[in-house]
């Protein structure tokens, strides 16, 4: 078995930053349990598998297409990255002719859009609830220490828990800070909580001279088998519901402020959904061979 293969780094526009995703093309249905070994021989936070939903599509004309992803240690229901690294395979390497892709995956269909700086992600906008902080003390203890919060909230639909961090803390603070994901499964083997999404509102430019951004996060996942994820779609899916609320804007600028760092720009749409665009380079194309 050959399957085209690539590796792209999403929400960056240079090689090495952003998160990266592996893409597979599947001509034919995979086998089921080669998703799985695929991924865990791929080693990155998500593995993409890309299929055709009818016999006479192609990749080059079609413009739907079947969409999964895989951790190294199980299937996910919704990533961000990976599907904005599959749409730029279809556009950029397969020369897909439409301007829109849609996808069908386990979070419903999401489309991707092409433009000129980048690909445009429609994705779900899911609402955070306050959450009461007795409930989760010792996993927010086990990850971050004594650091000072903010705010907590929960997303029953991802099942993220997002901490937002003290305003007296700066984005380097963020950038610097050692997260202890190791004990985390012990502290929290409910189901409840897949995420850990750690969040801190935005600085604003510094004297005229510095990207201003709208906030900051780093996120966790241990839960799936990725203590830290570098840039994370499906956690602004939660994160733009939050922000947008807290400042009273539809339109903001993200930085994921992990060692590769990636910047994703969120619009809030009035179906109550959320375009978050972001720039992709593909680093590497191959074939699998199994």
């Known amino acids: ?32 349990d080669m998703h799985q070994k695929i991924a865990r021989e791929m080693t990155l936070s998500e593995t ?3 299929r055709k939903l009818r016999p006479t599509d192609n990749f080059t004309q079609s413009s739907c297409f079947g969409l999964r992803w895989f951790t190294p240690a199980s299937e996910i229901p ?7 690294a599959s749409a730029a395979v279809l556009f950029h390497k397969i020369k897909n002719v439409n301007n829109t892709l849609t996808f069908v995956t386990l979070s419903g269909e999401l489309k991707a859009r092409k433009e000129e700086d980048g690909i445009v992600l429609d994705l779900p906008l899911y609402p955070a609830h306050p959450q009461d902080f ?10 971050i220490g004594d650091t000072l919060v903010q705010d907590i909230c929960y997303s029953p639909d991802t099942r993220n828990l997002l901490v937002r ?3 007296t803390y700066d984005r380097s ?19 409840k909580v897949k995420g850990l999404i750690l969040t801190l509102k935005g600085e604003g430019e510094a004297g005229g001279q510095a990207q201003a951004f709208d906030f900051y996060s780093r996120y966790f996942s241990p839960w799936y088998g990725v203590a830290e ?5 499906s956690a602004h899916t939660v994160l733009s519901s939050y922000w947008s609320q ?40 191959g074939t699998l061979t199994a």
């Open 173 to 191: 603070f963020l950038e610097n800070l050692k997260v202890n994901t190791q004990n985390l499964l012990q502290v929290e083997n409910t189901g």
């Open 165 to 167: 961090l003290s305003d």
């Open 1 to 32: 078995m050959k399957l085209p293969i690539f590796i792209v780094d999403a929400f960056t526009a240079k090689p090495f930053h952003g998160n990266p995703a592996a893409v597979c093309l599947l001509e034919n249905k995979l086998d089921e």
């Open 48 to 50: 993409a598998f890309i």
């Open 246 to 285: 807290q400042l009273g804007k539809k339109d903001m600028h993200a930085l994921q402020c992990s060692c590769r760092r990636g910047e994703l720009k969120i619009s809030l749409r009035p179906d109550g959904r959320v375009d978050i665009k972001g720039g992709t380079t593909v680093v590497l194309e």
């Open 229 to 233: 994820d570098p840039v994370t779609g």
């Open 134 to 143: 007795h409930e989760v003390k010792d996993l927010i203890k086990t990850a």
């Open 78 to 84: 919704l990533c961000g990255h990976a599907t904005l």
